[in-house]
């Protein structure tokens, strides 16, 4: 009965950006789905995704979602929140949205 419940805490959430965005410290270790555009800054050179009200959530590593920059993409794996360090998202998927990918 233990390894069920284990296997189910593991299934991805499917959560909006601005979900993640609010409710921050309750995603925080989980799985979870999201979707979003890919975007960058220079210096330090770092990658996120945001929703259309600047929702954003970094993406880690930075080389497995760096090809997908300017895509509107579904990206899956284990949310962060920590005050000092902001929101982030180990990806362990990644699935293009709208374009030709």
């Known amino acids: 009965m233990i390894a ?24 925080s270790g989980k799985q979870v789905d999201t979707r979003g555009v890919v975007r960058t800054f220079e210096t330090p050179r770092h990658y996120w995704i945001e929703d259309d009200d600047l929702n954003r959530v ?3 590593p930075a080389e497995r979602i760096a090809p997908y920059l300017g ?5 899956g794996g284990r949310f962060h929140y ?9 990806v362990e998927r990644i699935e293009v949205i709208d374009g030709t990918r």
């Open 71 to 75: 895509e509107r993409v579904r990206v």
């Open 4 to 27: 069920l419940v284990a296997c189910a805490d593991d299934k991805p959430a499917d959560v909006s950006l601005s979900v993640l965005a609010t409710r921050q410290a309750a995603y």
């Open 58 to 60: 970094e993406v880690l």
């Open 82 to 90: 920590a005050p000092s360090e902001g929101r982030r998202l180990e």
